[in-house]
């Protein structure tokens, strides 16, 4: 079965520093990867989703995560915090096998220090 | 269109009680599911449909029930409410998560339940 890792429940960063969370996955083929914000009070959206097309996958708000299938990760990124990036993210797979089924990470909450 | 609405926003129950939380969507997807959200767990899945008249259980199912009746309903049941239910809860929908294209899920904005 499918499953997801987000290593750190919490991470905190400067404003204006990088944010790098980290999504690791357990699959014999490179499944459906997602990335999803949750602001407070509020419910999930979609940040990006790797589709196959490239490696390199840019979504909203500035974030991007890279597909590496030799170390199992689809780790997100951001060059620059801002204020209003601090959510907590979470990492989803789906089961391209067809079981419809979505298996979401245990969330990374970021802080942003102003 | 609304996207995907959930009510109530808030419940209080008792021990035993039972209810029913609503979700619908109005954009015509298939496939819909509901999560529990519960501290350093993340979302599990409850149960889910892939369209109207077909569910399957999650990771989760026990001490809930669901039915699809149409497209845009998918109602979740606690039968016999527990405190270990207290949570919040996200209805979920997409078109097709088998297809890359649509399989991107939109979420409600959740019910915080509280079970005394």
């Known amino acids: 079965a499918q499953s997801v890792t987000q290593l750190g429940s919490h991470v905190s960063v400067s404003e204006g520093a990088l944010v790098l969370l980290r999504c690791n996955y357990s699959?014999?083929?490179?499944?459906?990867l997602f990335w999803y914000v949750q602001y407070p009070n509020q419910g999930l959206q979609l940040l990006l989703k790797y589709t196959s097309a490239a490696t390199l996958v840019k979504g909203i708000n500035g974030f991007e995560a890279e597909f590496k299938k030799s170390e199992t990760s689809f780790h997100l990124t951001k060059p620059s915090a801002h204020m209003s990036d601090a959510a907590e993210y979470f990492c989803a797979v789906s089961e391209a096998s067809g079981t419809y089924k979505y298996i979401f990470g245990t969330g990374t909450r970021l802080k942003v220090l102003a | 269109n609304a996207g995907v609405t959930q009510t109530p926003k808030f419940q209080v129950l008792k021990t035993g009680q039972s209810m029913t939380l609503q979700c619908a969507q109005d954009?015509?997807?298939?496939?819909m599911s509901w999560y529990r959200q519960d501290p350093g767990m993340g979302l599990r899945l409850i149960h889910y449909?892939?369209?109207?008249?077909?569910?399957d259980q999650g990771e989760v199912p026990n001490g809930y029930n669901v039915s699809r009746s149409t497209t845009e309903d998918f109602p979740l049941r606690l039968l016999s409410a527990a405190p270990s239910q207290t949570s919040v809860y996200f209805c979920?929908?997409?078109?097709?998560?088998?297809?890359?294209?649509?399989?991107?899920?939109?979420f409600g904005p959740g019910t915080r339940l509280t079970v005394l």
């Open positions: 954009m015509n997807h298939e496939y």
């Open positions: 979920a929908s997409s078109y097709d998560p088998r297809d890359r294209g649509t399989d991107t899920q939109y």
């Open positions: 699959s014999s083929v490179p499944p459906y």
């Open positions: 449909s892939v369209g109207a008249g077909i569910t």
